[in-house]
């Protein structure tokens, strides 16, 4: 089993920046899949950023340029960099891991507005 903790959201003016965390606690062998999803209210979840096997990042089309997914495997933790904040990226941020399970963070939000 993994548990998972986000921290870094806040409230954070339009064009700022917020670097999100997750670290893992737990083992999963055959976990392959690290990845980050938001959810903005009434709305569905979506993903905005993945690693695969390699730490090969990936991204959705609207979210190339703006979000950027690391891990520092040592710390058994997963970033995501979100750059030039609009109000319309204002969502709870979910980490997301894959192996045997899957697994879900409880969440961090993060709230753009001036």
């Known amino acids: 089993q993994v548990q998972l903790v986000e921290s870094g959201g806040g409230s954070v003016q339009p064009g700022g920046s917020v670097r999100l965390s997750c670290t893992a606690s737990?083992?999963?062998?055959?976990?392959?899949?690290r990845a980050w999803y938001r959810q903005a209210a009434g709305g569905q979840r979506v993903l905005v950023a993945l690693?695969?096997?390699?730490?090969?990042?990936d991204y959705p089309e609207f979210a190339k340029g703006r979000f950027t997914i690391s891990s520092d495997n040592a710390k058994n933790t997963i970033y995501l960099q979100i750059n030039r904040l609009e109000p319309g990226y204002t969502a709870v941020y979910y980490c997301?891991?894959?192996?045997?399970?899957?697994?879900w963070g409880q969440g961090t939000q993060v709230t753009v507005s001036s």
């Open positions: 997301y891991c894959r192996g045997r399970n899957t697994y």
């Open positions: 737990g083992s999963d062998p055959r976990l392959n899949v």
């Open positions: 690693l695969t096997n390699g730490n090969t990042p």
